[in-house]
């Protein structure tokens, strides 16, 4: 996510996918999703994913970007992408938690560097700006806060760094990093407002220091935006190719993307090919589901209900190579992690929840 965040529609039957206007997480059905960040180095703004709501519901999106200013917005209407129809049952059976493989860097799209896409753990993590706790550790593998630094203790949890935007780029890594994480939401004006083109001209300099850090490269993280006018795209798929087609010396070993809809047939939509939607695999790539959880509109019980009915799809999907749970203030009812560390109940049933490590 962004720190701003959008959270994708719900779903009561047949799901209508909305553009969504401000957050990353709500991929083909936006809705606001928010992400609360904290800006990279040299600043504390909050950068990050922009939130959209269903198309009923207020989007709320705090934008800062590295160096930005965060600010909220509120729109009341979304517009439609598309109306599909899926499996009225939210909780279909998802692949078997204990299943997994380890994803291989693809090559249809972008060049894979030979720093990425070879190392092995478990894929669950966490999108926040607070810090997870020792408690976390070691059911959580990874965390990040859409920031280069990481912010908090070291509990031995990885931290992974994100080149928010183009005004991180002079920025340097944490050592030890070994992954980068791109541009968050590039597509939305309110995140970090790149068109295609742009984002291919700042990849060598993210590429650069990624290359010395043998840190494995993760694209821009994507998210369906609406409306048009406050987009550079209001399709991540089609943002992806163009980004690629206009970026072929870029080097990507991994494909970042958000999706705020809250039942496991939209997000298996939203990632396969085959379905309603294009999907994240035709880029040939492992996937990092950066920021998902219901939107706002969701109470406790639909998270946890979302929550256990998605973890072992992603689990036990070989073509996901990691996975993070949107635990910022944007959404309260999705929040993982209490401000000082500890877990939450939601937290606790994430990290019990069964894993399997590749």
Aim: glycine content about 12%; aromatic content about 10%.
């Amino acid at each position: 996510m962004s720190r701003n965040f959008f959270a994708c529609p719900r779903v009561t039957g047949a799901y209508t996918l909305v553009l969504a206007a401000t957050w990353s997480g709500c991929g083909s059905g936006g809705s606001t999703q928010p992400s609360p960040e904290t800006g990279g180095s040299g600043g504390t703004t909050a950068q990050g994913g922009s939130q959209s709501t269903t198309a009923t519901s207020a989007q709320s999106s705090t934008s800062g970007g590295s160096g930005g200013s965060s600010s909220a917005s509120t729109s009341g209407t979304s517009s439609s992408r598309a109306s599909s129809t899926a499996s009225s049952n939210a909780s279909s059976t998802a692949s078997s938690a204990g299943s997994t493989a380890t994803a291989a860097s693809g090559t249809s799209s972008g060049a894979s560097s030979s720093s990425g896409g070879t190392a092995v753990g478990c894929k669950r993590g966490i999108a926040a700006n607070t810090a997870p706790g020792a408690a976390f550790s070691p059911k959580i593998a990874w965390w990040y806060n859409w920031s280069l630094q990481e912010a908090g203790a070291n509990t031995g949890i990885e931290f992974v760094p994100m080149m928010w935007g183009a005004k991180s780029l002079t920025d340097s890594l944490p050592a030890g990093a070994k992954y980068l994480l791109g541009f968050n939401e590039p597509n939305f004006h309110a995140q970090s407002n790149l068109t295609p083109l742009e984002a291919a001209s700042d990849w060598s300099m993210l590429q650069s220091k990624a290359k010395a850090a043998q840190a494995g490269i993760v694209s821009p993280a994507m998210n369906f935006c609406g409306p048009a006018s406050s987009c550079n795209g209001t399709d991540p798929y089609q943002y992806l190719t163009d980004f690629f087609t206009a970026c072929t010396s870029c080097e990507v070993d991994y494909v970042a993307v958000h999706w705020y809809n809250c039942d496991l047939p939209s997000l298996k939509d939203y990632l396969e090919p085959g379905g309603s939607l294009a999907g994240f695999e035709q880029f040939g790539k492992p996937i990092w589901l950066t920021e998902f959880s219901c939107d706002t509109t969701a109470s406790a019980a639909q998270q946890e209900a979302y929550m256990r009915a998605a973890i072992p799809y992603l689990e036990g999907n070989p073509k996901v190579f990691r996975y993070s749970w949107f635990s910022a203030d944007p959404i309260p009812n999705a929040k993982l992690v209490n401000s000082d560390g500890s877990p939450t109940a939601l937290g606790q049933v994430y990290m019990d929840l069964p894993q399997g490590c590749r």
